[in-house]
């Protein structure tokens, strides 16, 4: 089999390609109807994705980080409220924390998953917290049961991150119907992603819908009357719930491909566990939407991890890091008190992980090829004694 000469870290070109015509008629549409803001689209997306997450109500905003603010400002979260969440995510986090007003608790993580550790959200737990903010990240959820049994023994409000899980379902739930309320990005490379920038807040109960609404809209939703003073302008584009719509229909095929995908990795990856390289774990079978497929190289791994990125550049293997810095240690965020030795798990992964090609249509032979060249790269460094 001849090696591909290019594997992408995802391929986004190639996922629009079959769908392009219609996607380019359900733009024209739009531009032909001229309801750029808030058109017939959003709502219609709207409804769509909110049934595929199996709650009532969803709200498009402009991004999953307005998504985070809007959403906790939506669930009564402010000034004054702490909201615990993990360090080891990405940034925007954190920021929807922050810019809703509320005081940020974080907790280290479990070194398997890399999911937040739920016995330190318990320990971290104190009168003032108001919410807790589990990130499904990579694709896999934390536990529903586990949440929502924390949720109700400390009387604390879920509020999921669900920007790398769209689709996930882990006990018989899906990401976004665990909680009071979720988010959601639709940035490009997200499993269901649009064609710029968007995000969504899912929500059982029509209060904390309407609130959102609200908030997304000059803190009105009767023109030129404000009732809501933390309103911002930050709405889920038309055109881009257009695309959503189209792209929707074909999330849980593409999900399904992700899962296979991940299930060849783990099989082809086996033989280098004695190498110190290893999965990370999937604790939820194929409800692990695998929005990213990420690898551990431990202290026993003989390459260094900048080196092993090198040397896949060098085959025009493109990989990454999720993320290189926790939060806690981001010089942004020094003024929050933390500091290196304070999340030791979340410390030591962002050492150790590096996420491989992960994209719906990526071909077995490009697969076989990222394994076989890191299985070279290995080969080409004996261990150290
Ligand atoms: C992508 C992402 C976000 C932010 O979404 P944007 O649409 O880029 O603002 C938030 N949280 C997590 C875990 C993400 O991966």
């Known amino acids: 089999m001849a090696s591909p000469s290019f594997v992408p870290f995802v391929d986004l070109a190639q996922q629009h390609h079959p769908l392009r015509s219609e996607l380019l008629a359900a733009m024209a549409a739009v531009a032909d109807r001229g309801d750029y803001i808030l058109g017939r689209s959003v709502l219609q997306f709207e ?16 991004s999953g980080t307005d998504a985070l603010t809007l959403g906790l400002q939506a669930c009564g979260v402010g000034p004054g409220d702490q909201v615990v969440l993990p360090v080891n995510t990405f940034v925007a986090t ?6 809703a007003g509320a005081t940020p608790v974080f907790v280290d993580c479990d070194l398997k998953t890399g999911l937040m550790d739920l016995t330190a959200v318990e320990q971290a737990i104190t009168r003032r917290t108001r919410a807790i903010i589990p990130v499904h990240l990579y694709g896999q959820m934390v536990s529903p049961l586990a949440l929502r049994a924390l949720a109700k023994a400390y009387d604390v409000i879920v509020f999921e991150d669900a920007a790398q899980a ?34 969504m807040v899912v929500a059982q109960q029509e209060l ?25 302008n930050s709405r889920l584009d038309t055109l881009q719930a257009a695309v959503l719509q189209i792209k929707l229909a074909h999330l849980d095929a593409w999900n399904c491909d992700r899962n296979r995908l991940a299930k ?7 033989p280098l566990a004695h190498s110190g390289i290893f999965p990370m774990v999937n604790d939820s079978g194929s409800g692990h939407v695998y929005h990213l497929y990420v ?39 020094h003024h929050l008190g933390c500091g290196a030795g304070n999340f030791p798990i979340a410390e030591r992964l962002s050492q150790e992980i590096l996420s491989l090609p992960m994209f719906p249509g990526m071909t077995d032979n490009q697969l076989e090829y990222v394994v076989e060249t890191i299985a070279k790269v290995v080969k080409a460094h004996p261990v150290l004694i």
Request: with cysteine; proline share 5%.
């Open 47 to 62: 409804q769509s994705f909110a049934a595929a997450c199996g709650v009532c109500h969803g709200v498009g905003v402009g």
């Open 94 to 99: 954190l920021i929807g924390v922050l810019q």
């Open 166 to 199: 769209h689709g996930a379902e882990r006990e018989g739930l899906k990401a976004g119907s665990v909680g009071l309320a979720a988010a959601f990005s639709f940035y490009p490379s997200k499993n269901l992603g649009a064609m710029g920038d968007g995000g």
């Open 208 to 232: 904390v819908a309407q609130t959102v609404r609200s908030l997304r809209n000059y803190g009105s939703t009767r023109k030129y009357y404000h009732t809501d003073p933390g309103g911002t």
């Open 264 to 270: 060849l990795y783990d099989q082809a990856l086996s």
């Open 295 to 333: 690898i551990r190289l431990t202290q026993d791994c003989p390459v260094d991890r900048t080196r092993l990125q090198q040397e896949l550049a060098a085959e025009d293997i493109q990989s990454g890091i999720h993320y290189p810095v926790p939060c806690h240690l981001q010089p942004a965020f």
